[in-house]
């Protein structure tokens, strides 16, 4: 008999099941697709040589990610690469804020009247990232906090609304970057601890920054299936589990899955019939002919751009995506430049490049001209670099990965308090009503993102109870 079997192989599952394995556990993966990655996938989506990421592409909290900072990755092919900015965000007039490595680089963007304000902000937190990430990305607290002072500063600050934070500045420049940070976890901007959302992003880029994976974010599921490999950990893919009887026998089971994929194969009934499902994502994947034309010279050089124009028009159109039930005539845009640093991705002069917009859960529609037409507001000319493009509404995301219901890459509503408390309202969210039987998806604390700690979390639980048994 197995010590444990993990059913999903995204992030979540294979840092769980590593993290067993690490201790001395017997380790089973399964996985339904036919290669590892979920949400960390590199494939030609679009034109031979072209090698696209389907979902996640830069990773501020992979790379600073207590757990993956735990795992000797790096012997097993993973390299972060840095773009000289982590972030831009152009505005139509040409200029740009940025996100930086530097601190004084970002505050000095934003503009004379904010400069201090935005080093105001960040100080009592600048070098105490890796304490502050532990405390805050282990939420429920297994163990008393390292830090409960910062930690308890970084929640006053974070707890309330982002709207909140953002009174500090004046001008729109880093109103508009915070709210754009904000969107990335697809929260209206006036929800709970949506403050926090922005400055754990902010305070990442500063510590770690907001690289990609070489070679694509499939080098990270790659890296952590090579190492449990290594542990004595198996992993079995084109393997669809519909009822926990289609598994081996196990002392522990632990499901990166959605809960209603939980729910239905554990036969759990209603037991998580309140959790939300957040808005849906519309994504392009697309083949260029060359650097996108953006206006602004920062947004050239960044990993990541941030595509809306003021405050007003991103916090629209994330209420229009989740609270109105329609797509927005001009969506808010999270774009991936990865070739800019990564040559590899495509041939010799060529470039891969994806943007994706907010659009309601399960929306079948096409957001294709949307998208395009914003492009073309900070970056005139892109239709022209276009070779190749491949779309994937909500039913075309949820079928490459059956976690994001409805689209949602979310794995469930980040807002109000599932953003913190997932999927239900209990001091043991990795648990479920079976003993034996834990949840370690991306609808576990601290949540969405390809950083590992809802696998490492979920894995504490799971090896407490096995040296209990």
């Known amino acids: 008999m197995l010590d444990a079997v993990v059913v999903g192989a995204g992030p979540n599952g294979l840092t769980a ?3 067993l394995a690490r201790r001395g556990f017997s380790v089973a993966v399964f996985e339904a697709r036919d290669t590892v990655g979920g949400g960390a996938r590199t494939e030609e989506l679009t034109l031979p040589g072209f090698r696209h990421d389907p979902c996640s592409a830069a990773h501020p909290l992979g ?3 207590p757990a ?4 000797p990755l790096g012997r097993y092919g993973l390299e972060w690469l840095h773009h000289e900015l982590p972030m831009a965000h152009p505005f139509p ?3 740009a804020a940025v996100l930086s490595r530097s601190v004084a680089e970002t505050a000095a963007s934003f503009g004379p009247r904010d400069a201090g304000t935005y080093r105001r902000l960040v100080d009592p937190f600048t070098g105490r990232w890796d304490t502050l990430a532990r405390d805050f990305m282990s939420l429920p607290l297994s163990a008393l906090p390292r830090d409960p002072v910062t930690l308890a500063r970084f929640g006053l600050v974070g707890l309330p609304p982002s709207t909140w934070l953002t009174r500090r500045f004046h001008d729109e420049r880093a109103k508009t970057l915070f709210a754009g940070l904000v969107a990335h976890v697809m929260a209206p901007l006036d929800g709970f601890a949506t403050g926090a959302v922005g400055l754990v992003f902010a305070l990442a880029a500063h510590a770690g920054g907001w690289p990609v994976a070489r070679g694509g974010s499939q080098s990270i599921s790659d890296a952590l299936t090579a190492y449990l490999k290594d542990l004595g950990g198996t992993v079995h893919t084109d393997y669809e589990v519909k009822r926990l009887d289609d598994l081996p026998p196990a002392r522990a089971y632990v499901f990166d899955t959605s809960p209603a994929a939980l729910s239905r194969i554990a036969g759990f009934g209603r037991y998580y019939e309140r959790y939300r499902y957040g808005p849906g994502v519309f994504k392009i994947d697309y083949a260029l002919d060359g650097p996108v034309p953006w206006t602004a010279k920062e947004a050239r050089r960044a990993g990541t751009v941030q595509v809306g124009a003021s405050r007003a028009e991103i916090g629209t159109a994330l209420r229009e995506a989740s609270r109105e039930g329609r797509a927005p005539d001009a969506p ?3 774009t991936v430049q990865p070739s800019v640093v990564d040559p590899s991705r495509a041939p010799d002069g060529k470039q891969v490049f994806w943007a994706y917009g907010h659009v309601p859960n399960g929306w079948t529609g096409d957001l294709t001209d949307a998208i395009e037409r914003q492009l073309e507001r900070f970056a005139p000319g ?3 670099r276009v070779l190749a493009r491949a779309t994937a509404g909500p039913p075309e995301m949820a079928a490459r990965n059956a976690n994001y219901v409805g689209g949602d890459i979310a794995c469930g509503a980040a807002s109000g308090l599932q953003l913190m408390l997932r999927p239900r309202l209990s001091l043991f969210p990795y648990s479920t009503p079976h003993p034996a039987v834990f ?5 576990t604390p601290p949540g969405p993102g390809v950083h590992g700690m809802s696998g490492h979390n979920a894995a504490k639980a799971v090896w407490r109870r096995l040296r209990q048994a």
Request: with cysteine; proline share 0%.
């Open 93 to 95: 007039d040409g200029t």
């Open 63 to 65: 790379v600073n990610s």
């Open 17 to 19: 099941a590593v993290e």
């Open 332 to 334: 808010f845009l999270i």
């Open 439 to 443: 949840i370690c998806s991306s609808a």
């Open 68 to 71: 993956f900072k735990a795992l």
């Open 382 to 384: 892109f239709r022209d």
